[in-house]
């Protein structure tokens, strides 16, 4: 059974940091590219970051040279470092496993994130 969960959420002040945590069980995901999405109150899920099996990255715009997303393929663990923290990054955060190959997708529970101005 595959399970992605979650840690790290919490409250952090504008200008703080937050370090979430994803670890995958389940199979192995070397090959699959590993994201963070979120989703804030009446607004759409949206990529946040993703980082490919070769280490490749990709931000959203709204998140470059603030948010750092790294894997570690032997632990099956994806992070995102979070700094320079704003009101607008208020949202649950999602891991997300992706291998379009396979035709796999699966997601975390999610994890709340409260940024205060």
Not at 1 to 12: K, R
Not at 20 to 29: D, E, V, W
Not at 52 to 77: C, E, M
């Amino acid at each position: 059974q595959v399970q992605l969960v979650e840690s790290g959420g919490g409250l952090a002040q504008a200008g703080g940091s937050l370090r979430l945590s994803c670890a995958a069980s389940g199979r192995t995901f070397s090959r699959y590219v590993l994201g963070w999405y979120r989703q804030a109150p009446g607004k759409q899920r949206e990529l946040v970051a993703s980082i490919s099996s070769t280490g490749d990255t990709n931000y959203a715009d709204s998140v470059k040279g603030r948010f750092t997303i790294s894997r570690d393929n032997a632990k099956n663990t994806v992070n995102l470092q979070m700094n320079s923290l704003k009101p607008e990054d208020t949202a649950v955060y999602y891991c997300n496993a992706k291998n379009s190959v396979l035709y796999a997708n699966y997601w975390g529970q999610g994890t709340q994130v409260t940024v205060s101005s």
